[in-house]
C-alpha cells in the first residue's frame, strides 16, 4: 500500500499521532527511536542498525544502564531546579511534566523500577529533602549548582574591590598600630606628686608655642606617614628612611604575591576543568572495538555530530558508512608535526592549534594554540587523548 499523499485525512492524522506520545511497549530505548504500532516496532527490531545497537550494549550492558541512570537523574533534577526552585512539590507532578517531553529517558531503562525508589535515593543522596505524607511524597531541591556557587565567589570578589583607598590605608595603620603594641610590653604609668621648688616663681603658658608645636607635629606626622607609627621618636632621620622603604618593598612583595596567587588559581581552575566526555563534531577519530565486525576494526572516521555527551554519529572514511558509537569505542588520531588539532579536553578546549612536537616515550605531545584569546600560546605534555586530527 503507497504512502498516503500530503493533505489527505490519513496523511494528516498520522502527522497528528507523530506530535504526541506513543505507547511505551513501542519504543526502543537503545536506539531512542518511537514506533507507532506493534509492526513498525517489528520491523524496527529486526533492522541492521538496532542489531548494531544490540551488539554494542552485550559487551557492557552495565555501562549503558548507567548512562540512562545519569542522564534521567540529570534532566530530573534541571528540571526540578529550574521549574521549582528549592519550593516543597510532589515528585508526581513532577515526573508528569519531564515525560511529557518525547524525548525524555524512560525510567524501565535505568536502575530504578519506581519513581518512589527514585525519590528515596535522590534523599539518600543528598541531592533532594524528601518526606512522606498520606498523599504521596514530596521533594524540595538542594541548590548546590557550581554555578551559584561561583556568582557568590564573584559577589565577594566585588566587595572586596570595592574598598577604596582610604580604608585600605586605615586597615593598614590600625595592623601597624595592633603589631606595635604586640611586639611591645605596655608599660604602666607612674604618678608622682606636684611639687613646687620656689613658691616665689610664677606660672607662665605660652599657648602660641604650644600650637606652633602641635602644627610642627603634625606636619612631621604627616610627612613621615603609617610606617612612622613604628619607630620611636629618638630613631635617626637615616633609619627611618630605611624603614619606609623596607616597608614599601614588602608591600610591592605582597602585591606580587597577590597576583601570583590569582594565575595560580587560574591555572589550577583550568586543569579542574577537565571531563570525562571529550567528543567533538569535524574531528577523525579511530574504531577499536571488535563488536562491528573485521570491516570497521581499526578504520578512521569523521564525527559528523555528538548526540549527547557520550555517544556520537561518524562516518567512516572510504566507505561512507553512518555509525553511531560510544566513545569508549574510539579513540583520538595523532597527525604528523604541523597539522592542525582540536585540543578536546581541559581549560582550552574547543580551540585549534597546531602540532609542534610529539613524545613517543612519554605518550604527550607539544601544540601552539592559534585561536581565541590565547593564540600562539604553547602547551607542552598534552595528553593524546587530549587533542585529535581536524577532518
Not at 521549582?84 to 524525548?103: M, P
Not at 525524555?104 to 518512589?116: K, S
Not at 533532594?128 to 557550581?146: A, F
Not at 588520531?333 to 592542525?340: E, F, M, N, S
Request: with cysteine; proline share 3%; aromatic share 8%.
Amino acid at each position: 500500500m503507497g504512502k498516503a499523499e500530503f493533505l489527505t485525512p490519513k496523511a494528516i492524522a498520522n502527522r497528528i499521532k507523530s506530535k504526541g506520545l506513543q505507547k511505551l511497549r513501542w519504543y526502543c530505548q537503545m536506539c531512542q527511536k518511537q514506533c507507532r504500532d506493534e509492526n513498525g516496532f517489528k520491523c524496527h527490531c529486526l533492522s541492521e542498525s538496532h542489531q548494531r545497537q544490540l551488539l554494542l550494549a552485550s559487551e557492557d550492558p552495565q555501562q549503558f544502564m548507567d548512562y540512562f541512570s545519569i542522564e534521567f537523574r540529570n534532566d530530573f533534577l534541571e528540571l526540578l531546579r529550574r521549574r521549582f526552585g528549592t519550593k516543597r512539590v510532589h515528585n508526581n507532578i513532577i515526573y508528569n511534566e519531564y515525560i511529557s517531553n518525547r524525548e525524555h529517558v524512560h525510567m524501565n531503562a535505568t536502575q530504578w523500577e519506581t519513581l518512589t525508589d527514585f525519590t528515596k535515593w535522590l534523599g539518600r543522596e543528598g541531592y533532594c529533602k524528601v518526606d512522606e505524607t498520606p498523599k504521596g511524597w514530596y521533594m524540595q531541591y538542594i541548590d548546590r549548582d557550581p554555578e551559584t556557587i561561583r556568582r557568590m565567589e564573584e559577589q565577594e570578589k566585588r566587595k572586596k574591590q570595592d574598598l577604596d583607598d582610604e580604608e585600605r590605608s586605615a586597615k593598614f595603620i590600625e595592623d601597624q598600630v595592633r603589631r606595635g603594641k604586640a611586639g611591645k610590653e605596655e608599660e604602666a604609668p607612674v604618678y608622682t606628686e606636684l611639687k613646687r621648688e620656689n613658691e616665689e616663681e610664677k606660672v607662665v603658658f605660652n599657648l602660641n608655642k604650644g600650637s606652633s608645636s602641635s602644627a610642627t607635629s603634625s606636619s612631621k606626622s604627616s610627612v613621615l606617614g603609617p610606617s612612622a607609627l613604628k619607630l620611636p621618636s629618638g630613631v635617626p632621620a637615616g633609619k627611618r628612611k630605611e624603614a619606609q622603604h623596607a616597608s614599601a618593598e614588602s608591600r610591592d612583595k605582597k602585591k606580587k604575591s597577590a597576583l601570583q596567587e590569582i594565575i595560580a588559581l587560574e591555572e589550577e581552575k583550568k586543569k579542574a576543568s577537565r571531563t570525562d566526555y571529550w567528543l567533538q563534531p569535524e574531528i577523525v577519530v579511530k574504531i577499536i572495538t571488535k563488536k562491528l565486525g573485521e570491516k570497521y576494526y581499526k578504520k578512521k572516521a569523521v564525527v559528523n555530530e555528538v548526540v549527547d555527551k557520550y555517544t556520537a554519529v561518524v562516518r567512516v572514511i572510504g566507505s561512507g558508512d553512518k555509525l553511531k558509537l560510544d566513545q569508549t569505542h574510539l579513540e583520538t588520531v595523532i597527525p604528523a608535526p604541523g597539522k592542525r588539532v582540536l585540543i578536546l579536553n581541559g581549560g582550552y578546549r574547543g580551540n585549534t592549534a597546531i602540532l609542534d612536537s610529539i613524545n613517543e616515550k612519554k605518550f604527550c605531545a607539544t601544540v601552539i594554540i592559534d585561536s581565541g584569546l590565547s593564540k600562539s600560546h604553547k602547551l607542552e605534555g598534552v595528553q593524546y587523548e587530549d587533542i585529535s586530527k581536524l577532518a
